[in-house]
């Protein structure tokens, strides 16, 4: 008696397994085993894809925390067979573990942590993956944002002394983040746009009041305020108004003149009697 077996899985747990036969009636039974070897089914290959892009993130700078609340934190979802080779850039320059640099790869993804960001590492940051069957990369762009502080002026206006009629300029500016807002004084009294005879402009970051004197004619505090949403600081300087210097003529000069003017009415009487 011939006897035939067919075992069909297509989810084996097992490579190697021996698997036991026997045959039985009334007379007697006969049992023998065989072996069977599972041979894992080859993964097609494939170059990498990433299913997941990188997208452009903005940070503090200094934040060593988890991503969510602070750390630079960047994921990327890669398929590829065989498993491919990842590798981090950020400015063009590959990254390593360390310190300050943390790559992770974990069922499928890969993370990048950047901790204490400082703000010249601003720019892109790139996932490439590689394997025997191609390659993929996938980039973002990191915003560092400077670590908020209140205004402190780095440029103070100046004193100045001008003459009634001309036009004093006062510059001021002040290092803070975010940048602070300028509001200048004259007397105490609140420089505005409808103030007549003064105005604000912004010239290469800077403040800058100009008081035209002739509305303004007599000598003043001037006073400018630096605030954004974690303080303020104060500073100022005087505007000194001088009246507009008459000529006189000097003593020497009256008597050069006197002495010419007399000579001239000699010279013209002579002229006359000839």
């Known amino acids: 008696m011939d006897l035939f077996f067919s075992f069909f899985s297509q989810n084996f747990s097992f490579q190697k397994k021996s698997l036991p036969c026997r045959a039985e009636n009334v007379v007697g039974r006969f049992e023998t085993k065989a072996r069977l070897t599972v041979i894992p089914q080859e993964k097609p290959k494939k170059a990498p894809r990433f299913s997941e892009l990188l997208s452009d993130k903005t940070e503090v700078e200094g934040n060593t925390v988890v991503f969510e609340v602070g750390v630079r934190s960047v994921v990327a979802r890669v398929e590829a067979e065989p498993k491919p080779d990842i590798k981090w850039f950020l400015k063009g320059v590959e990254l390593s573990a360390s310190e300050h640099v943390e790559i992770r790869e974990f069922d499928g993804s890969v993370k990048l942590e950047l901790r204490g960001i400082k703000l010249d590492e601003a720019g892109e940051v790139k996932c490439v993956a590689t394997n025997s069957e191609g390659s993929a990369e996938t980039s973002s762009k990191l915003i560092v944002n400077r670590k908020p ?14 003459e009634r009629g001309s036009e004093a300029r006062f ?31 912004m010239i290469d970051g800077n403040s800058v009041l100009f008081v035209n004197t002739s509305v303004h004619p007599v000598t003043s505090t001037i006073s400018v305020i630096a605030e954004n949403s974690l303080g303020a600081d104060e500073t100022g300087a005087r505007l000194i108004v001088e009246e507009k ?18 000579l001239s009415v000699m010279s013209l009487r002579q002229l006359q009697r000839i």
Do not use: C, M, N
Not at 149 to 161: E, I, L
Not at 179 to 187: E, G, L, M, R
């Open 171 to 201: 510059e001021a500016h002040a290092e803070s983040s975010p940048a602070p807002t300028y509001q200048w004084s004259i007397d105490g009294r609140k420089v505005r746009e409808s103030t007549e005879g003064a105005r604000v402009e």
């Open 149 to 162: 502080f209140p205004p402190t002026f780095d440029k103070q206006p100046q004193s100045v002394t001008v």
């Open 245 to 262: 210097k008459v000529g006189v003529v000097s003593p020497h000069h009256f008597h050069t003149f006197s002495f010419l003017t007399i």
